[in-house]
């Protein structure tokens, strides 16, 4: 489904701030597979996944999509394949527009625009039916601008946005970790719901290890960007965060040195 | 003031007021602080102008007008998302280059003078309109059917790209978006309108002067937040609406001062000032007000400075 292939990348390189992200970094995802993917600081992860994304151009390595490559697409051009959802509530969502155009935008995605109406009646319809799903009482505030939204409400506006046209990848960098514990759980549980019915092949960047080993069926650690470890099936399932503690140690010759991964816990 | 100040006052706000609507286009929607606008303008009134003085349609002049502004807004884009110059200093470099560009279409006259010639009022005078109502009328026409067109794109699947590019770029590129096309887009929209100002103005004082677009960009902002202010952008008509009555206002305000003597020399520098008044204001409020960043332009600026 989705096939990385030792993807370097280096910024600003040959400059004093010259910083080596990926290393050769090699993935391979079935399709239906859900894969966390934990890592300190500058373990290159969200890199990994701008990468897929195509928000910056790979220096060397391949990237296939469902076996088409998608390395030398742009980003724009890679949005019929890709769902996004960031760590940042407000990026992914158009403050200054109201919850339906930005619905509209979503319904659309990879699709050339064309000058017809961007919301149509029956739009609408879909529309209040998909966000009663999320259970927060935005079908009833379709004309309301988002920037009066909470930061949760956005996150799990901008997750229904990734999905609402079911993408063949879904990337979610670290999408809880700006929201407050009550509401991170809330958007965590409507992710895996959202996942779960469409079988979306999904990559999550996360910083809690209880979560990375227990949502979807395969983790990946990352160190000074490279994989580290991928943990599946058997192995992953009798994976305790001690153990996970001890394997990034024993893989990197350091201690996990993110206290924000710690604290999580 | 007499009946035929307000006329006039009504008159510049319409016909200016295209020209604001240009600028609300580029500088609030795209978010790009274009100052191609200056250039552009005086580029719209130099081609009418050239183009009528050399027996020319007025209409197709003005039609001329209105795409070399479009072209021009084009090049501004393409040097800001081709060739990666910021958007200031693309829109700086265009203004310089226009400058030049404008004196070769006026035949390297710095005015170009329409005096007793056929143009695009006289024409209406024609069908039987009186001519003290002119202006009026066709400047009212246009700006409501420019309004119009405004509110209608800017809600369909391309309009609304383009307003979430200059919203949140990274999400609406997330979203399939080419928003290197959409800037140019927007940037050629809001450039055809201040170039169409331009031709509508230099026909209205049957002049065209190679300094008339000086501070222009100036004007429209003061326009805008004026407008904004005044009448408020809750929804999208209501801010396109306020953008055409804040020009008006705009030129009410000249006009109130100039009965009181001040110099014309004077209107650039008392613009700069109402627009350092106009967005200082939030932070003013908040001084007097004695709230400390809780004051809604604060919250306000919050929003806009997201990205």
């Not at chain 1, 009833?140 to 997750?159: E, I, K, W």
């Not at chain 2, 613009?271 to 908040?286: F, G, Q, R, Y």
């Amino acid at each position: 489904m989705l096939s990385i292939t030792e993807v370097k990348k280096t910024f600003n390189p040959g400059s004093v701030n010259e910083r080596l992200a990926l290393a050769g970094v090699s993935l391979n995802l079935k399709a239906g597979d859900v894969v966390t993917v934990i890592g300190g600081n500058g373990a290159g992860k969200s890199t990994l996944l701008n990468m897929v994304a195509g928000v910056y151009p790979v220096d060397e390595g391949k990237i296939a999509i469902e076996g088409q490559a998608v390395e030398h697409l742009p980003e724009h051009a890679r949005a019929s394949f890709i769902g996004r959802v960031f760590q940042d509530p407000m990026k992914g969502t158009a403050a200054s527009m109201t919850i339906e155009e930005n619905l509209a935008m979503a319904i659309r995605r990879g699709q050339t625009r064309k000058l017809r109406r961007g919301i149509r009646s029956k739009d609408r319809n879909f529309f209040c039916e998909q966000l009663s799903l999320l259970g927060l009482g935005l079908e009833n505030r379709l004309t309301t601008r988002v920037g009066l939204l909470s930061g949760g409400q956005r996150q799990a506006l901008t997750l229904l946005m990734a999905t609402l046209v079911p993408p063949k990848l879904l990337l979610l960098d670290e999408h809880t970790a700006a929201l407050d514990p009550g509401t991170a759980e809330k958007v965590l549980e409507l992710t895996k719901k959202i996942v779960k019915k469409h079988n979306l092949t999904t990559l999550m960047v996360t910083h809690n290890m209880e979560d990375a080993l227990n949502i979807g069926n395969r983790t990946v650690m990352m160190h000074e960007g490279r994989v580290i470890l991928n943990l599946k099936g058997e192995q992953r399932k009798n994976t305790r965060i001690p153990d996970l503690l001890e394997m990034f140690k024993k893989a990197s010759g350091k201690a996990m040195a993110n206290d924000r991964m710690l604290l999580a816990n | 003031m007499t009946t035929s100040i307000w006329l006039g006052v009504l008159e510049q706000g319409l016909l200016w007021g295209i020209m604001v609507l240009g600028v609300y286009i580029t500088f609030r929607v795209l978010n790009f602080p274009d100052l191609t606008v200056d250039g552009g303008f005086t580029l719209g009134a130099a081609i009418s102008a050239r183009m009528i003085f050399e027996g020319y349609d007025p209409w197709i002049a003005t039609a001329v007008a209105l795409v070399s502004g479009a072209i021009a807004g084009i090049c501004t884009g393409f040097l800001n998302t081709k060739l990666r110059i910021a958007p200031l200093l693309a829109g700086i470099l265009m203004n310089i280059a226009l400058y030049s560009i404008n004196l070769r279409v006026m035949g390297s006259k710095a005015m170009l003078s329409l005096l007793r010639m056929d143009n695009i009022y006289t024409d209406v005078t024609n069908v039987g309109i009186p001519a003290g109502l002119a202006v009026v009328t066709l400047g009212l026409g246009t700006t409501i059917l420019i309004t119009y067109l405004l509110y209608t794109f800017l809600q369909t699947e391309i309009g609304m790209a383009l307003r979430a590019t200059g919203d949140n770029e990274q999400m609406i590129r997330s979203l399939g978006v080419n928003t290197n096309s959409t800037k140019i887009m927007g940037l050629s929209i809001g450039n055809a309108l201040v170039a169409l100002s331009g031709a509508l103005v230099a026909q209205y004082q049957s002049y065209s002067d190679v300094g008339m677009g000086i501070g222009m960009i100036v004007v429209g902002l003061a326009s805008v937040i004026v407008g904004e202010v005044v009448f408020g952008k809750r929804t999208l008509l209501r801010a396109l609406v306020a953008v055409v009555i804040g020009s008006i206002i705009y030129r009410a305000v000249i006009a109130v001062v100039m009965q009181l003597g001040l110099p014309t020399t004077d209107l650039k520098l008392f613009t700069a000032l109402l627009v350092i008044l106009a967005m200082s204001s939030p932070l003013i409020k908040e001084k007097f007000s004695g709230q400390s960043g809780k004051a809604k332009g604060s919250v306000d600026n919050a929003v806009d400075n997201r990205s």
